[in-house]
């Protein structure tokens, strides 16, 4: 007989970010959560969106992750099971991102995924959540030129991670989604050095699919870099 060999979750820790408003994050997360958990990963959504990806997953909750730090509830009352075991969500509820930040990084080592959906922006919490991160998602608009609210984000996140390099998904408009991507790319060539790769357009077909495989290679090459 072979020993049983105890499984041990990847622990990867990914925050989907966005520059504007608007950009669908809730939708991306759940649908890349989903299909994690579909191929039989385990999976930990935290909404720091102030309760709308919960609303998105059309989940009834009470208990949030405020409750659990500052009022003594505990982890699994805070943490809803959706129809697929694998793939829980817990909401931060008036816990900030900061605060949450502690735990986030201990949960990831019981996850193999701990995807975190965070308001637009970039806060010093978003820096210190981009910084801890195995691999980020960073979505943009193609409109006009609010692509280079991306590029401030990144700029900011390189100040404390030099090496932060996102996984950035145009929104909107398709047909400026090459060219933006372009501008964006060759912007932080110049001004900030090696550029983040491109992921594609929120309405590409099997994103998500497409996104959890480009995340794996990225974690394995910056595991040897």
């Excluded at 020993?3 to 990847?10: G, H, N, T």
């Excluded at 809730?26 to 994690?36: C, F």
């Excluded at 009470?62 to 959706?82: E, S």
Aim: proline share 5%.
């Amino acid at each position: 007989m072979f020993p049983r060999r105890e499984y041990q979750p990847a622990g990867r820790l990914v925050p989907i970010l966005a520059a504007s408003t608007d950009l669908h994050q809730s939708e991306l997360t759940l649908e890349l959560a989903g299909t994690a958990a579909a191929f039989g990963e385990t999976v930990l959504v935290l909404d720091a969106k102030g309760g709308h990806l919960m609303e998105a997953a059309g989940l009834i909750y009470r208990t949030t992750l405020g409750d659990v730090l500052y009022r003594g509830a505990r982890f699994r009352d805070a943490c809803y099971v959706t129809s697929n075991e694998h793939f829980s969500v817990a909401a931060c509820g008036d816990a900030g991102l900061d605060d949450v930040l502690g735990s986030v990084a201990a949960l990831s080592l019981s996850y193999d995924w701990v995807f975190v959906a965070t308001e637009a922006g970039c806060t010093p919490a978003h820096i210190r959540l981009s910084a801890a991160s195995d691999v980020s998602v960073l979505s943009y608009d193609t409109e006009a030129d609010k692509f280079m609210r991306a590029y401030w984000m990144i700029e900011a996140v390189r100040t404390r991670a030099p090496k932060f390099d996102p996984l950035i998904l145009s929104v909107g408009p398709r047909h400026q989604a090459v060219d933006t991507a372009m501008m964006l790319i060759e912007t932080v060539r110049e001004f900030l050095g090696a550029p983040p790769p491109y992921a594609g357009h929120l309405s590409d077909p099997d994103l998500a699919q497409r996104l959890l495989v480009q995340m794996q290679q990225e974690i394995a090459r910056r595991a040897v870099a």
